[in-house]
Nanobody, 128 residues
């Protein structure tokens, strides 16, 4: 396993969860790591990303102001703090790593196949 996402669960609307994405067998140093949300029956969409070198971040409009992405280079891990959760945030969350210098990786506009590594998703369920 090269990327492992964890931290999902069941939470009431307005609650919080913190997801982790840990890399093994390679270093995230030159990568940007993105979080993707796949709601039931819908396509996978990027919601947040961070560049490991300088910590720059990017958020989709749907999560801006509610989610915070951060990194710990020493632990080779990226986090997604999810606050103010809404029922529409329900779904599987995946983390993915793409070469930071590649166009669109940080801004979540690159095709999904441009990301080099994907983690197994973690389920987040937000009840109303």
């Amino acid at each position: 396993v090269q990327l492992q996402a964890s931290g999902g669960g069941l939470v009431q609307a307005g609650g919080s969860l913190k997801l982790s994405c840990a890399a093994s067998e390679f270093t995230l140093e030159n990568y940007a790591v993105a979080w993707f949300h796949q709601a039931p029956g819908k396509e996978r969409e990027g919601v947040a990303s961070t560049k490991m070198t300088d910590g720059s971040t990017y958020y989709s409009d749907s999560v801006k102001g509610r989610f915070t992405v951060s990194r710990d280079n020493d632990k080779n891990t990226v986090y997604l703090q999810m606050d103010g959760l809404k029922p529409e945030d329900t779904g599987v969350y995946y983390c993915a790593a793409g070469w930071a210098q590649s166009s669109g990786i940080l801004t979540l506009t690159a095709p999904l196949n441009e990301y080099d590594f994907w983690g197994i998703g973690t389920q987040v369920t937000v009840s109303s």
